[in-house]
């Protein structure tokens, strides 16, 4: 597919490895997991902070009501990582579980998938994206606030092998932007 419209995604290696991950999706519990290899994975721009602003209410109105969202941020020290959700960024301050929710970093390739049956997202009108346990969250205002990820994401997700991994150890980052793709899976013939 067509390197999207992304100004954070660049190379097509980018996105290959999350396009794998994506297709092991369990959207339905009746979906076999090898047919899963015959799925085509499109992905259509909702929200881009740099674009449509900066505020969490911008990120919801875009947002909300859509399931399959791919999350994903560019701090100002460059570096990249996001997350997929399955279920809505609907809710007034509600923890969602998810199965299929996971988080990732593009620069060091590597999934973070979440442990089975756990809160997986945040969802709230006084924040942009959340991915619990704090793996990231993008607080309102982010070009000015910022987001966060705390020290207790190893302890949460599987394979972090240092505290706020993601973000290369540190707990606060300023964004550089934050784009927020819908997944289309269609079945291929």
Not at 168 to 173: I, R
Request: glycine fraction near 6%; aromatic fraction near 12%.
């Amino acid at each position: 597919s067509s390197m999207l419209k992304s100004k954070i995604f660049k190379k097509k290696e980018d996105l290959d490895f999350l396009i794998e991950w994506l297709k092991k999706v369990d959207l339905n519990d009746n979906v076999i997991k090898e047919e899963n290899e015959n799925i085509s994975i499109t992905l259509n721009l909702l929200y881009r902070a740099s674009r449509d602003g900066d505020e969490s209410k911008q990120f919801h109105s875009k947002c909300d009501n859509f399931k399959n969202t791919l999350v994903v941020v560019k701090t100002k020290k460059g570096l990249r990582f996001g997350g997929f959700t399955s279920e809505t960024w609907n809710g007034n301050g509600i923890d969602k579980k998810d199965k299929n929710a996971f988080c990732f970093s593009i620069d060091k390739k590597k999934i973070y998938n979440s442990i089975q049956d756990k809160n997986a997202i945040f969802a709230c009108p006084d924040f942009g994206p959340a991915f619990e346990n704090c793996i990231f969250e993008i607080k309102d205002k982010c070009f000015e606030f910022g987001g966060l990820c705390s020290d207790e994401s190893q302890n949460y997700f599987d394979n972090h092998e240092s505290v706020c991994e993601i973000n290369n150890g540190e707990e606060q980052f300023d964004v550089e932007d934050i784009e927020v793709f819908l997944v289309l899976f269609e079945k291929e013939d």
